[in-house]
């Protein structure tokens, strides 16, 4: 059973930095993409950011050069820092792999900016 677990969110000002984690277990972490979603309120869920088993990675307009996804292959770890954030970077963040077709889901950590 794959497990991922989110942490990092918080309340930030306009501008703001934060940096997300994401810690997986449960399967071979080091040869699974990866990615970054959100969900604003009364919105369908996005994509962020990606990240590949050799490091490619893929952004949204929305906040290219902005966030900066990477992993720690040997603590099973994604991060996504999150520099000049804006109002509209408000959402819950979801951590999410997809193994054998399926997609595993962390429970998700809230992301506050105030303007």
């Known amino acids: 059973q794959v497990h991922l677990l989110e942490s990092g969110g918080g309340l930030v000002q306009a501008g703001g930095s934060l940096r997300l984690s994401c810690v997986c277990s449960?399967?071979?972490?080091?040869?699974?993409?990866m990615r970054w979603y959100r969900q604003a309120p009364g919105k369908q869920r996005e994509l962020v950011a990606g990240?590949?088993?050799?490091?490619?990675?893929m952004y949204a307009d929305s906040v290219k050069g902005r966030f900066t996804i990477s992993r720690d292959n040997a603590i099973n770890t994604v991060y996504l820092q999150m520099n000049s954030l804006k109002p509209e970077d408000t959402a819950v963040y979801y951590c999410?792999?997809?193994?054998?077709?399926?997609?595993?889901w962390g429970q998700g950590t809230q992301v506050t900016v105030s303007s």
């Open positions: 990240i590949t088993s050799d490091g490619s990675t």
């Open positions: 449960g399967t071979i972490f080091s040869i699974n993409a």
């Open positions: 999410n792999t997809r193994l054998y077709g399926l997609d595993f």
